[in-house]
Each structure stands twice: as structure tokens, then as C-alpha cells.
């Protein structure tokens, strides 16, 4: 308790420390030894502290290249992905929390798709046409991991374009959850031509309404892209109970 305690005041110290001395983000700081004579205190509490302050987003250490102040973003993206970290086995092994997940989406993505919409600059429109086709080019190539990657990297430009940085780093903090949960659409939805097609037309909408600075009809798009998959991959996942059960049923010619 005692060791704990000190270490939760040096923390404080250390951020006190890079406060005063105005440490931007990837500045680095004294080296350990440098610190804790400059902080009077041990070098056990001072590397607790440190790790303390690196499960929070605040510090980054390097093994054998120092601590250095963490960017906002990796901050931010820190304290999304620990949290989502213990249940991706959960979201990867149990096929049923791909809904949950497609929820979670259709919350999101209509929103960035909006003020995307709204703000995208000359470069974002570009950046979401070259993923569009990166997208398209993916298909046929019998890489599920590359497809689905390109279809992250696809709905992801599109958030980065919204310009606001707390939907981007839900987003990108989300993106492991996002690429899995497509991964495990794509080996149903993307081997149909049935329901690759239309898939391909509503990504296209989605990018011709952000490109047309539509923010009702790129909302609209993200909307039923979404609904598409969540109902098709409903109607698939009922169609293949269906078949187990059949094949459980006893031979007429028994």
C-alpha cells in the first residue's frame, strides 16, 4: 500500500512535471535516473508511475528509448481500445455479436457520413474515391483479410473526413471490432454476386453523396448499407439453421 501510494503522488509529479516544464506531445522526458533524483524519489516508484501514467494515454515508455509525452490521438485511442480489448475474442468467436457490433455501426456511421458531408475537403473526397476503388479492387482476389481491411479502410475515410474528432477516435478506437465484424460478414455476403452487387452500389452511394456534399442523402446511404447487411446476414444465418435442422430429419427411405 505504501509503494502504491507513493508511486500515485510521483504520477503526480510527472504531470506536474511536464506541465511546468511545457512538454509537448512527443517530447521526451529526463531519463529515469535523471528523474528520480530530480523528484527525490526511488526508482521503483518512479517506473510505477510511469506505467501508471502509460495505462492512461499520458506517457509513452519506450523499452530502452525513454518516455516521451503521448500524442492526443494516441491518448484518445488508448483509453478506447483497453476497454474493448478483453472482449474481442468474444465478438471473434461468437458470430451473434456481429449484431451487437452492426448496432453500434449504424449509430455511428450515419452520423460521421453527415458531417462528413458537410466538411470534406478536396483531399478527404479524393482519399474516400481511392478507398472506394481500393475496395472494389480487393473483391475476387480470394484475400478475405484484404478485403475486409479495404472495407474498413473505405468506411473509415469516411469518418475521418467528418472532421470531428471524437467520432473519428470512436472510429478508429473501434476498428479492430469494426474489421473483425466484417471479416465475418464478408465469407457469407461477398461469395454471392447476389449480394455482392448491391453492396458495391450502396458503398458507391454513400461516397457519391459525401463527394456531393449531401449530408440527408449520405445519412441516408450509411442508414440502408446498414440495414442491408444486418437483414441479409438475418436472412442467411435463419437459412443455414434451417438446412442443419433438414439434414437432422430422419431418411424417408429409412
Known sequence: MSTQRISDKVAVQLRALVDEQQLQPGDRLPSERALAVQLGVSRTALREAIAQLGSLGFLIARVGGGTYVAEPAARARQMLDEPLAP?????????EYRFDVLEIRH??????AWHAALRATDEDRTRIAQAFQTMLDAHGKNDPAGEAQADAAFHLS?????????????????FELLQTNISQSREKLYTSA????????????????????????????????LEFVHTTLRTL???????A????????HG
Open 87 to 95: 472482449y474481442l475474442p468474444l465478438f471473434q468467436g461468437d458470430p
Open 107 to 112: 449509430a455511428l456511421e450515419g452520423a460521421t
Open 158 to 174: 469516411i469518418a475521418e473526413a467528418s472532421h470531428n474528432l471524437v467520432l473519428l477516435q470512436v472510429m478508429r478506437g473501434l
Open 194 to 225: 447476389t449480394t455482392f452487387s448491391p453492396l458495391s452500389s450502396q458503398h458507391r452511394e454513400m461516397m457519391d453523396a459525401v463527394l456531393a456534399g449531401d449530408p440527408e442523402r449520405a445519412r441516408a446511404a450509411a442508414h440502408t448499407h
Open 237 to 243: 444465418d435463419d437459412n443455414e439453421a434451417r438446412r
Open 245 to 252: 435442422r433438414a439434414s437432422r430429419l430422419p431418411s424417408s
